[in-house]
């Protein structure tokens, strides 16, 4: 708690970063330590947990700056606590120099404890890569066939799914499989933690995440009819909801919808067990590009336009969404 004779330089200045008023109006109250000192006792009293540097970082905007060093005291325990890097994940984005570790051991990648990571991610590529022979050596995959078609098959192969020839057509859910990989394939550039990063990321989708995904966008028609019921009206008038690219958002993640640096932290959330956050970003896309779709008629070219938004914001859409999604479903509680 603070000191009743606390004497601070330059008060207005420095109080004026939790106090939303100027500095010209607060200088006749700050004048009197009875007015602003309850205040910061306030503020430190709903920070107890935190020490002061971090509150006056998060104060004045510039979140994230303490997040990185608590990720760094999860990730040095010898058993890794996968309950809190969950909590982690849903509550801030992940430093990029973490992501794919935190992913690995999310995913079931790699195991809790620190000393089995390289023995088993040795394993890993001796796995890859017998699979890898087994489909050169019957003809599915050669030299020049593209990374992501490798990754397919490999994963085909390994889920009992592998078609009796090349000839056969690709299912919906080997195009949705595609879509992740070559995003995925953007971001990590090692290619067997990249093929064990989609593998088990589609994995989790089909298993954890199946029951959840069918509901999302009877769900979305609930949130948007919330945010914005006139843009609803619109989509409806047009015949346009039931045509809207779930596929797109929902079944592939928004894999080919969003950029990298916006995708990843989409990703995040939904690895880390909430895939509802798929919602809130298809909410903020129709309220970012609502005058746009309003302009529109029909239900095809909405859905176009949907398909191929412009790529210039999309970090500010990301953004916003979280945000959102925080309105309505609260923020996990963050034990570190």
């Given amino acids: 708690m603070f000191n009743s004779n606390l004497q601070l330089k330059n008060k207005p200045t420095y109080l004026a970063l939790f106090f939303p008023v100027t500095p010209v109006l607060l200088r006749p109250a700050l004048a009197c330590p009875c007015f602003w000192l309850p205040c910061l006792e306030s503020i430190m009293a709903d920070d107890s947990q935190r020490n002061f540097r971090s509150v006056y970082y998060e104060k004045v905007g510039f979140r994230g700056v303490e997040e990185k060093k608590s990720l760094e005291i999860l990730l040095k325990d010898d ?38 990571h390289s023995l088993v991610m040795k394993y890993r590529k001796e796995q890859y890569w017998d699979i890898h022979h087994a489909l050169h050596v019957i003809r599915f995959i050669n030299d020049s066939t593209p990374q992501v078609d490798v990754f397919l098959r490999i994963h085909q192969l390994e889920s009992g799914k592998l078609p009796r020839n090349l000839a056969f057509p690709l299912e919906p859910e080997d195009e949705v499989f595609l879509a992740i990989a070559k995003a995925m394939e953007e971001m990590v550039e090692d290619p067997i933690e990249c093929y064990w990063l989609v593998s088990c990321f589609v994995n989790q989708l089909n298993s954890k995440h199946k029951d959840s995904l069918q509901q999302l966008p009877k769900i979305l028609e609930q949130y948007l009819n919330i945010e914005d019921s006139r843009l609803l009206m619109h989509l409806k008038a047009c015949a346009a909801m039931s ?31 909430s895939c509802k956050i798929l919602v809130f970003v298809a909410v903020e896309i129709l309220l970012t590009f609502k005058m746009k779709i309003i302009a529109l008629n029909t239900a095809e070219k909405i859905t176009q336009f949907l398909e191929n938004i412009p790529q210039d914001n999309t970090d500010a859409i990301v953004s916003k969404a979280v945000d959102l999604w925080r309105t309505h479903c609260g923020t996990p509680a963050h034990s570190v």
């Avoid at 690219?245 to 969003?258: E, T």
């Fill in 79 to 116: 058993r890794l606590d996968i309950e809190k890097l969950c909590t982690f994940s849903q509550r801030f984005p992940l430093p990029s120099m973490y992501r794919i570790l935190v992913w690995k051991v999310l995913l079931g990648i790699i195991p809790p404890h620190h000393e089995s």
């Fill in 243 to 273: 045509k809207l690219p779930y596929d797109l958002w929902f079944k592939k993640c928004f894999a080919g919808c969003l950029p990298e640096s916006s995708l990843q932290r989409v990703w995040d959330k939904v690895i880390s067990g």
